[in-house]
């Protein structure tokens, strides 16, 4: 390797000899006395779609990547037919494994059916000794997938049809490369070269050099990684396909060839499993690259070195993990590792959302205005599971503080994954007793904040191209009118509104938004509304008044910030939280009228 590649962070490339005399073309960057990492390409892949995500962990790990036999510029096996079966891939593993760090096992890490061969590595007894860890992506195990379709066709349930025959449409293509000489065709003719724009189209993946110009030649010979393994392995699966190594499994909830209900009995084949989910389709690596990195760095590092943060999780969920509940191993699997920004986070709902996503194992930042309140949720959110937590003071308001926040925040822990725009103020009485001044701040902090975070946010989401997740919180006051809240409710209809519309233009870039509309929620926001028209010791008065009418109700935040969660793990668009506000939505569509009627009524504050 030249000075001038060092300096460019390129690969460095050799051969190596795999099983049968096959050539195999090897990639490694990074420093080789690190911890090695190597990344196996599926089909119709080469290597090079592992470059963004090797790229991020090279300054991190000796990242190792090769082109599977018949594959880039690696040789192709003499004779194709049975050329490909698991046994010889198992043996080219090793070879490259061997070579690479010949003193140490390797962290393997599989995508497509470079995860369905990391499953036979480590499950077989060829490699013990040689994994210390595997990462599974959009691949299952076929031995484990034989005996899925086994256990489902001796004992069928409605269910279980279902999830087989669902399963079978998702696999029509695997159907098609059985075929004899039509996919070697159509992939050195019409659809070998029309598979880039498809493949962008379909996984909304940048323009960029992958596919690699050998893309023709590599589908064609890997067309037999399919005849020479999956009816024989289906057909009679392995009985002690038990893995011996921990095993990440990360499954794209939007994966068009693969269902999630594969991995339902998997943990009876892995003693020592973590799950995550990423939303995204079939393409991680090119798609999520970030996360992927992420994860498969914290996995890396926590079985590599041993990982004191991850002692301090289990204890924090045996101890506090009081916000989640049943609810946490779903999110920790959704969103761990992920990083989240919360405004109003000094107290509240925002606070809870901390801790929750704190408990999911994210890295979070805590916005709020109120310094020394955001530096203690941040410190007690590092109690809560997410070592990683840092306070930002910022008046939500103010769109330069807003712009720095959103500059220092992408230099300094990167793009958030998901964006809380949470913070607001409160303001009752009458329209005719609010002042311009009033109108002024409750709209810059109810609405102007929410705009500012949105968009600054919004802007880094969609230039990462990685997806994410906007939320913002409106209110039950949104769609339910209120002689005693004009103000307040008119920014939180906005708000609503807002979110709607963003959802449709942010949709085709994967970016979801939603929109949550607490009804009576005890919170310090009780004690620090205002009230237009009256003098202070009257403030005083209805505030106490207030503040015990939620009291009584009695409705905690941490139900909100569950909610919220909720909503970004299923892309929900509006939801009310709370039984008055679910009524009042429902009331809002079915009879608007009766809901003007009540709007009507002085409540007792």
């Known amino acids: 390797m030249t000075r001038d590649e060092q300096a460019e962070g390129r690969p460095r490339e050799r051969f190596v000899t795999g099983g049968g005399g096959v050539r195999l073309c090897v990639a490694e960057y990074g420093d080789a006395a690190l911890p090695t990492v190597v990344l196996v390409h599926g089909y119709p892949d080469s290597k090079e779609v592992w470059s963004e995500v090797a790229d991020r962990l090279a300054d991190r790990f000796h990242v190792v990547l090769y ?11 003499a004779r194709l037919r049975g050329g490909f079966t698991l046994e010889k891939l198992t043996e080219d593993f090793l070879a490259v494994a061997d070579a690479v760090s010949p003193d140490h096992p390797v962290h393997l890490v599989g995508h497509d059916w470079g995860s369905v061969q990391g499953w036979e590595f480590a499950t077989v007894r060829d490699t013990e000794g040689r994994i210390s860890s595997f990462t599974s992506i959009s691949g299952p195990s076929l031995d484990h997938f034989g005996h899925w379709i086994k256990r489902r066709v001796r004992r069928p349930t409605p269910r279980r049809v279902v999830q087989v025959v669902g399963q079978g449409a998702k696999s029509w293509y695997v159907y098609a490369l059985h075929t004899p000489v039509l996919p070697e065709l159509a992939w050195r003719g019409v659809l070998g070269k029309q598979w880039p724009k498809l493949l962008a189209r379909a996984e909304k993946l940048p323009t960029d050099s992958y596919p690699t110009a050998s893309l023709p030649e590599d589908a064609a010979h890997g067309a037999w990684l399919y005849r020479d393994n999956v009816r024989r392995r289906l057909g009679s699966p392995r009985p002690d396909a038990y893995a011996h190594v921990p095993v990440q499994l990360i499954t794209p909830t939007g994966d068009a060839f693969l269902s999630e209900r594969l991995y339902d009995d998997l943990d009876r084949w892995v003693p020592r499993l973590t799950r995550r989910t990423v939303a995204a389709k ?171 975070g949105c968009r600054l946010f919004g802007k880094l989401m969609v230039e990462r191209g990685q997806g994410g997740h906007i939320v913002n919180t409106a209110s039950a006051a949104a769609f339910q009118p209120s002689r005693a809240l004009p103000a307040y409710s008119t920014s939180k209809a906005a708000v609503l509104m807002l979110s709607e519309c963003l959802r449709a233009e942010l949709a085709p870039h994967g970016i979801g938004v939603s929109a949550i509309c607490p009804g009576l929620v005890n ?39 569950r909610a919220i969660l909720r909503a970004v793990r299923r892309d929900t668009a509006v939801v009310p939280v709370t039984p008055e506000a679910r009524g009042a939505r429902l009331l809002s569509r079915l009879s608007p009228k009766a809901l003007r009627g009540l709007s009507r009524i002085d409540p007792p504050v």
């Open 523 to 561: 919170t310090p926001i009780t004690r620090s509304a205002r009230f237009a028209g009256v003098g202070e010791e009257e403030q005083e008065k209805r505030r106490a008044r207030s503040a015990r009418l939620y009291g009584l109700r009695n409705y905690p935040p941490e139900k909100v910030a």
């Open 67 to 77: 082109d599977v036999r018949g594959h880039g510029r690696s040789g192709a096996p």
């Open 282 to 452: 079939h393409w991680v690596p090119r798609s999520r690259p970030e996360q992927l990195a992420r994860w498969i760095g914290d996995f890396v590092t926590s079985h590599e070195y041993g990982d004191p943060a991850s002692a301090s999780v289990v204890s924090a969920e045996s101890t506090a993990a009081t916000v989640l509940g049943a609810s946490g191993a779903a999110a920790k699997e959704r969103f761990g590792g992920q990083l989240v920004l919360v405004t109003g986070a000094a107290s509240g709902i925002g606070r809870a959302t901390v801790f929750a996503f704190a408990e999911a194992g994210t890295r979070v930042i805590a916005v709020d205005r109120d310094g020394e309140g955001a530096a203690r949720t941040a410190e007690l959110a590092r109690l809560s599971g997410a070592p990683d937590a840092w306070p930002e003071t910022v008046d939500v308001s103010d769109a330069e503080a807003m712009e720095k926040l959103a500059a220092r925040t992408a230099d300094l822990y990167g793009v958030p994954d998901v964006v809380v725009n949470n913070a607001g103020i409160g303001l009752a009485g009458s329209f005719l007793d609010t002042t311009p001044e009033d109108w002024k701040q409750v709209l810059d902090v109810n609405l102007w904040g929410v705009i500012h």
